[in-house]
Every structure is written in structure tokens, then in C-alpha cells.
């Protein structure tokens, strides 16, 4: 069992940049896929990016490819999304998740194939 937590949100201009990090404070995280998904109010949760457990498979919502990377640095128990190029329609809430089973190398895009999620951390791009 893990229990994700996020960090990295914050204000930023449209352009900027801005690297959110996910940990967990329970558990081995390393062990686990890990998804970033993202939600404004009134809309559902969005599929963002996720990665495998391993680190070497990864998929991107085709609204963030070429400007979001995922990535995880296993010793220090951490995943990131690096997110770049942003604009006004990237502001949300972002969660990491993580699914039940640990080891797997599926990098999943659905809410309900995750079942350890993080608080969330506020990300707004001013335009």
C-alpha cells in the first residue's frame, strides 16, 4: 500500500514551466505505475500521463504530448511531471495515483484503474 503525495503546484505565466513531484509516505513506491490526472471544477478527472513501474514505458493524454514528461527517480521513492510550454487550459487540480497492484508495467488512463490517490496540488497558468 502506498499513499501518494503531490508537491511542485503553484502560479506560473503562460509559457513557463513548472516540475510537480509525487512521493509516497507509506509503502515502496518505486514498486508501482504510477498517473498524473488533473481536474477543473465541474469537469471530470483527466488523464494526464502515467509511467510504468520500471520507468521504461510511458503514455501522455495526446493534449500534453511534446510538452509534459513524465519520469521517476525509483532510489528516491519519486515521480515527476515536468511540464512545460504551459497555457490557460493546464490550470487544474493535479493528482498522482498509484494502482493497487504493485509491479506492473501498464500505464493505465482510466480514474477506476487507480486506486491510491494523492490530496492533489493546484497548478494556474495566467494568460
Known amino acids: 500500500q502506498v499513499q501518494p503525495v503531490e508537491s511542485g503546484g503553484g502560479l506560473v505565466q503562460a509559457g513557463g514551466s513548472l516540475k510537480l513531484s509525487c512521493a509516497s509516505s507509506?509503502?515502496?513506491?518505486?514498486?508501482?505505475?504510477v498517473g498524473w490526472f488533473r481536474q477543473t471544477p465541474g469537469k471530470e478527472r483527466e488523464f494526464v500521463a502515467a509511467?510504468?513501474?520500471?520507468?521504461?514505458?510511458?503514455n501522455y493524454a495526446d493534449s500534453v504530448k511534446g510538452r509534459f514528461t513524465i519520469s521517476r527517480d525509483n532510489p528516491k521513492n519519486t515521480v515527476y511531471l515536468q511540464m512545460n510550454s504551459l497555457n490557460a487550459e493546464d490550470t487544474a487540480v493535479y493528482y498522482c495515483?498509484?494502482?493497487?497492484?504493485?509491479?506492473?508495467?501498464?500505464?493505465?488512463?482510466?480514474?477506476?484503474?487507480?486506486?491510491?490517490w494523492g490530496q492533489g496540488t493546484q497548478v494556474t497558468v495566467s494568460s
Open positions: 507509506v509503502g515502496t513506491f518505486s514498486h508501482y505505475a
Open positions: 509511467i510504468s513501474w520500471t520507468g521504461g514505458s510511458t
Open positions: 495515483a498509484a494502482p493497487r497492484r504493485a509491479f506492473t508495467s501498464a500505464q493505465g488512463m482510466g480514474v477506476p484503474e487507480y486506486d491510491y
